[in-house]
């Protein structure tokens, strides 16, 4: 049976610098060869450190960038072979919750303003009906129904994520994309949030991409994960088989990373040694060989591929063949 959504060997590519004296541009492998598959109603976690190529991975889901190569089927339709007007006519499907709620909002524009945008862009009913749906979606969220007029300075960051939270779901979508989207708020205002997103996935029956650096924070809301390091897929797994039995070293690394208040539950902190590899130059085998306690020779001369070691446990290492 297909899955709701399926990412097939997805790769973004964007033209690097010149190199000196050469003809030839590099190119930065942002994502490549990424492929997994997201159930109806499940929330998918993308967790790796910054400029890991997840945001991108993002993005091109949302297609706000075009993928190199590859494929991206949503409900059974590919997306990568659909015309410009069935594009838009898909598009209200699956919509994007954003990192900075400061930033991503209008400063000119009020609430009401903001979340009509997406409603007048697909022509969906009158002056009224807007209104109603705007009022409607913001009590959902949270929100008082009577600051329409309210511009979002006027709000605190956790009330301007509930407004960039309504802009997403106001179109009924069936996928979020959620990219950090609690990462600039407060830790107290964190949880709000993510039990808000809970709430909203059971009463509307979404379907998550949950994009986070902090492992710390997806363990609640996601059912899998899968991490990313310099632009690939090193393991993919159930949240509770990743946080209890961990198979990539660069798993192990991020997880040992996250606070624990317990001292008797708290193990030690595996700090790596080096630097990410550029995604302009990876390396020939494994991009994690260089940091990697456990490397051996062949992890620098073989890439590993994404493979199972149970049913819903993949994992790129050499250690595991
Ligand atoms: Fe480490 Fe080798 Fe596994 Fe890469 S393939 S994570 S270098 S052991």
């Not at 997994?36 to 297609?63: D, N, P, W, Y």
């Not at 339709?77 to 209008?106: C, I, K, W, Y």
């Not at 009906?129 to 009022?135: A, C, G, H, S, W």
């Amino acid at each position: 049976m297909e899955s709701f959504v399926e990412v097939k060997e997805l790769q973004v590519y964007f033209p690097g610098k010149s190199k000196l004296l050469k003809k030839t541009k590099s190119v930065v492998k942002a994502v490549d060869n990424v492929s997994f598959t997201i159930e109806q109603g499940e929330t998918l976690g993308i967790v790796g450190e910054s400029g890991c190529g997840k945001s991108t991975l993002g993005r091109a889901i949302m297609h706000l960038f075009k993928p190199t190569s590859g494929e991206i089927c949503f409900a059974g339709r590919s997306l990568t072979s659909l015309s410009a007007g069935e594009m838009r006519q898909q598009r209200r499907h699956f919509q994007m919750v954003f990192q900075d709620p400061f930033s991503s909002l209008n400063p000119r524009l009020t609430v009401k303003e903001i979340l009509d945008e997406p409603l007048k862009a697909h022509r969906l009913g009158d002056a009224k009906e807007r209104l109603d749906k705007i009022r409607q979606i913001m009590e959902v969220c949270g929100l008082n129904h009577t600051f329409t007029e309210r511009y979002a300075h006027e709000f605190s960051g956790g009330q301007r994520q509930r407004i960039g939270i309504a802009r997403a779901l106001i179109l009924q979508p069936q996928l979020v994309v959620a990219d950090e989207p609690v990462s600039a708020l407060d830790v107290s205002i964190q949880s709000q949030i993510l039990n808000l997103m809970q709430d909203l996935q059971e009463q509307f029956q979404l379907t998550y991409l949950f994009i986070s650096h902090d492992l710390g924070v997806v363990r609640h809301i996601c059912n899998r994960l899968g991490v990313m390091y310099l632009g690939r897929m090193a393991e993919l797994a159930t949240t509770e088989q990743l946080y209890t039995n961990p198979l990539h070293p660069y798993t192990k690394t991020l997880l040992s990373a996250i606070p624990v208040a317990d001292p008797r539950l708290r193990k030690e902190r595996i700090i790596l040694q080096g630097d990410v590899p550029s995604p302009a130059n990876p390396p020939q085998g494994c991009a994690f060989a260089g940091r990697c306690p456990s490397a051996m020779k062949l992890c620098t001369e073989i890439r590993p591929d994404m493979l199972p070691v149970t049913d819903e446990h993949l994992v790129a290492c050499h250690l595991y063949r």
